[in-house]
């Protein structure tokens, strides 16, 4: 899974409709966006393996279920991370 990827789809299609730009999850399937949800919810009606990104860069993914019923529910992807050599403060790296 390539984080960046995933980033740039949400980011790319949140500058296509600014009026989602400060808000809600960017849906994303195989690294391309294909839709918006004003909050995390609904895992049914995803496909497994699909993404949600927030605007601060948390990403989940919507796991359990079939293609056909949907997923069961969305679950955190952790991001590997280093730390800044001043302050502590944590970068994420891409995979």
């Known amino acids: 899974m390539n984080l960046c990827a995933i980033e740039d789809a949400a980011t790319t299609w949140r500058m296509?409709?600014?009026e989602h730009m400060c808000?809600?999850?960017?849906?994303?399937?195989r690294e391309a966006?294909?839709?918006w949800k004003n909050e995390?919810?609904?895992p049914q009606h995803e496909?497994?393996?699909a993404l949600a990104i927030d605007v601060?860069?948390?990403?989940?993914?919507a796991i359990g279920?079939?293609?056909?019923?949907?997923?069961q529910e969305w679950?955190?992807?952790?991001?590997p991370c280093i730390e800044g050599a001043g302050g502590g403060l944590a970068y994420p790296l891409a995979p």
Not at 56 to 61: A, I, L, P
């Open 75 to 79: 679950e955190s992807i952790e991001r």
């Open 40 to 42: 995390l919810r609904d």
């Open 16 to 18: 296509a409709n600014p």
């Open 47 to 49: 496909r497994p393996g």
């Open 33 to 35: 966006a294909y839709g």
């Open 65 to 71: 279920g079939n293609d056909q019923d949907g997923a």
């Open 56 to 61: 601060r860069g948390n990403v989940w993914e």
């Open 23 to 29: 808000d809600g999850v960017v849906l994303v399937w």
